[in-house]
């Protein structure tokens, strides 16, 4: 099984900026999905942003529209999520996950990293 590692973390102030990755242990198969979920302090696991592996094709959830950039390098095998103008309700533990399809639903997903703590503070 794939397995997923999280880096980048940590702790930004309102209005900053952080970049996370995510390495994949082996080669991503051309047909995959990964994305970013997170999880606020309090409230359920939610959909943040997917790529296509193959394509390059992007998803964002509303929230993040615009302030985040998701982004890959297939020969790394790793996923980016450029996170700008960062705001506290970003504050959450973020996860990078596989899938096989174009799905913004966590039951989609059956790879999951670690999570790593992303905290915004004015």
């Known amino acids: 099984q794939l397995q997923l590692q999280e880096s980048g973390g940590g702790s930004a102030q309102d209005g900053g900026s952080l970049r996370l990755s995510c390495a994949a242990s082996?080669?991503?198969?051309?047909?995959?999905?990964m994305g970013w979920f997170r999880q606020p302090p309090g409230k359920e696991r939610e959909f943040v942003a997917l790529i296509r592996w193959h394509s390059g094709t992007t998803l964002y959830s509303d929230s993040v529209k615009g302030r985040f950039t998701i982004s890959k390098d297939n020969a790394k095998n790793t996923v980016y999520l450029q996170m700008n103008s960062l705001k506290a309700e970003d504050t959450a533990v973020y996860y990078c996950a596989k899938g096989s399809r174009y799905s913004s639903s966590r039951l989609d997903y059956n790879n999951w990293g670690q999570g790593t703590q992303v905290t915004v503070a004015a």
């Open positions: 082996t080669r991503v198969y051309s047909s995959s999905v």
